[in-house]
């Protein structure tokens, strides 16, 4: 379960509102033991103790040394699909151990949002974070980061890595586009750009060629945008 507020072996709390909620969905009991994950990649085995109405209080016990990340950080920044794809492509990115996921709005984008209900989205998308996480035991909450235009977000990006550690990859349908594994190499961060429905358009594409990042293909098929962040993580975040 996650838990929001700071977690320490020996402690006795009461779970936040959501995993308290959780917890009495699932019915457990005193006695009963259950995983606590605060988000940062800390675990830590606990115990409940007691099951009030709309209180659930739990002793945390020992901390769990487990590492459950990718060793190489993927960073998606995806032009947003519509309706609720975004949700699934949330859920399967967490799964599959994306790093962070950046939303962008592009030329093309049917889903365009902005003030409360790019808040609103951005808060439920990372709430999916946080239950894909408690399902699959992920103890790192991968950050979804508020809803941007592509061009503030390529205008917002630091020059290039020069150090070969890090590599940016654009899932691009144009000819002459390597294969995303081989692009990719020994890269240990990497950021992979992909478009919504429609694509990116031409200009977009080359902005963000300008920007450092190298056209990658995926195979000879159109894939939906959120099948191609799915497929990029499960070749390169194992
Ligand atoms: N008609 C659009 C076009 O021609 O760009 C199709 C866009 S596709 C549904 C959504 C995004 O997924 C694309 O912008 C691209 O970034 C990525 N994509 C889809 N299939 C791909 C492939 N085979 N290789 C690389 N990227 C792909």
């Given amino acids: 379960f996650h838990c ?4 320490q072996s020996g402690v006795a709390l009461a779970l936040p509102d959501a995993a308290a909620r959780h917890v009495q969905v699932l019915r457990l009991q005193p006695g009963d033991a259950l995983t606590l994950f605060d988000g940062q990649g800390g675990e830590y085995a606990a115990t409940v103790t007691r099951m009030g109405r709309g209180d659930v209080q739990v002793q945390v016990g020992a901390h769990v040394a487990v590492e459950r990340e990718a060793a190489r950080a ?31 709005a592009a030329a093309r984008s049917v889903l365009r949002l902005a003030g409360e209900r790019a808040d609103k989205r951005q808060a439920r998308w990372q709430a999916v974070a946080v239950a894909a996480c408690e399902q699959c035991g992920r103890n790192r909450v991968p950050v979804v980061h508020a809803p941007l235009s592509l061009a503030d977000w390529l205008a917002a990006l630091p020059a290039a890595p020069g150090d070969g550690l890090g590599a940016r990859l654009l899932l691009s349908l144009r000819a002459g586009s390597r294969p995303l594994a081989q692009a990719a190499g020994a890269a240990l961060a990497v950021h992979v750009l992909h478009g919504p429905e429609g694509g990116l358009t031409v200009q977009e594409e080359d902005a963000a060629l300008a920007r450092g990042f190298a056209p990658v293909s995926l195979g000879p098929r159109v894939l939906r945008a959120e099948t191609a962040s799915v497929a990029a993580l499960a070749c390169l975040a194992l």
Avoid: C, F, Y
């Fill in 74 to 104: 993927v960073h998606l920044v995806v032009g947003m699909p519509a309706n609720e794809r975004m949700d699934w492509l949330v859920e399967k990115a967490t799964e599959l151990g994306a790093a962070s996921i950046q939303p962008v």
């Fill in 4 to 7: 929001s507020i700071p977690l």
